[in-house]
């Protein structure tokens, strides 16, 4: 919507996205709790956003009395327009017929200018997708993002006509942000993607555009931010859907990962970026999950050709009843102690991930099974001192490939 510094006298300015709210020269109009669902505003959210085409009388008669059997809808309707007439004359504006009807259809009057933020929407978008310039067209989308605020009328949507042009909308804007998303990355402009994504999935709860931020993020280089946005999103779709959302973070980080791309350089150079800095440093390899699962495959074909004896573990935090700790406000402290036991409880050798609050896998390679008893009773050792209210349990499971390729 354009800003209330930029709009003109004499301008009635209407905003529907995300709600409903009416400006006449600086003053919001009709704003009151007992107006925001009246028949009045019902009659100027009809009418005024129609426009050009006008709003039908059987329609208008149905949002206006919904269903209700009216003895004589035709002076329910004048009388609903001439008390609105009278509400925006004391609000200010001048005294003219905001209601005109021509051949069965209601408009709103010519006398009195009008803008629309989602007719502002709808307009910018269509200018986008028409525009030739990339960075124009660009700047266009963005601008367009940034008017839609929310569904349409959100008061309102168990009417049709209402249901119908959110709809509409929600379109519109689900093509502005893919178009203006390919466009970022085309620039390489993370940092403005990440804000995109922030926006959609704001004003758009519930659809996933968190993956868009998710992707700025570690395009950026903020892989734990990235991986503390995926996991506040996933709390969020449990409690308000009840399933996790449909992307991941591993996948996200897997394509991404695939999709880097370096300058030519000799071989000397490229194994000295790839040696670690942690030559000195005692415990296993911390890793992120794709590493892991890339470790993990791995030693899968070695094992083809070798008889090496390795196991994964998985070690989770429950409390001292074997109770999983979810949503525990000290689950964040126990997980990077319990990192830190495990890190500190293998071999530099072994394989070390976090897959999530309060879990770690561990990869244990040229070991036995007495052996990973061994390494429990080290972690318990490194985790329980000082801790009165947590424990860890252990699953183990052997890496093994059987023929057909299937692991035991």
Request: charged residues 30%.
């Amino acid at each position: 919507m354009i800003s209330k510094k930029d709009r003109k006298e004499n301008v009635f300015y209407v905003e529907t996205l995300g709600g409903f709210t009416m400006t006449w020269n600086g003053k919001t109009v009709l704003n009151g709790p007992k107006e925001r669902d009246s028949q009045n505003v019902r009659l100027l959210e009809a009418v005024i956003h129609s426009g050009e085409k006008g709003f039908p009388r059987s329609q208008l008669l149905e949002a206006l009395f919904e269903g209700r059997d009216i003895e004589d809808a035709s002076h329910g309707l004048r009388t609903i327009i001439y008390n609105t007439k009278k509400k925006l004359t004391k609000e200010g504006l001048p005294a003219v017929s905001f209601i005109e009807s021509h051949a069965g259809r209601y408009y709103w009057t010519k006398e009195i200018p009008v803008v629309v933020d989602a007719w502002e929407f709808e307009r910018i978008f269509r200018e986008a997708e028409d525009e030739k310039d990339p960075d124009v067209r660009l700047r266009l989308y963005l601008k367009a993002a940034d008017i839609y605020t929310g569904e349409f009328l959100p008061l309102q949507t168990h009417m049709i006509w209402v249901a119908q042009e959110d709809r509409h909308y929600r379109e519109l804007f689900d093509r502005c942000v893919h178009n203006a998303a390919v466009l970022l990355r085309m620039n390489k402009d993370y940092n403005q993607l990440y804000e995109l994504g922030k926006h959609a999935a704001m004003v758009q709860p519930l659809m996933e555009w968190e993956a868009i931020s998710m992707e700025a993020l570690i395009a950026l280089g903020r892989d734990e931010d990235a991986r503390k946005l995926y996991e506040s999103t996933e709390k969020y779709y449990m409690e308000e859907m009840g399933f996790k959302p449909s992307f991941t973070s591993v996948e996200l980080l897997e394509r991404l990962g695939n999709q880097l791309e370096h300058q030519y350089a000799l071989l000397d150079e490229i194994q000295e970026s790839l040696t670690g800095t942690d030559v000195d440093m005692p415990g296993g390899y911390i890793c992120s999950y794709p590493v892991f699962r890339g470790v993990y495959r791995m030693i899968e074909r070695m094992l083809e050709r070798g008889g090496q004896s390795i196991y994964i573990m998985l070690c989770t935090i429950v409390d001292r009843n074997g109770n999983l700790m979810r949503d525990v406000p000290a689950l964040d402290k126990l997980s990077s102690k319990l990192g830190d036991a495990i890190s500190h409880a293998v071999r530099r050798s072994d394989v070390v991930c976090r897959y999530g609050k309060g879990q770690y896998l561990t990869l244990l390679l040229n070991t036995t099974r007495e052996d990973c008893t061994i390494v429990q009773k080290r972690i318990n050792r490194h985790f329980l001192a000082g801790t009165q209210r947590a424990d860890v349990e252990f699953f183990v499971n052997s890496v093994i490939m059987t023929r057909d390729g299937t692991v035991v």
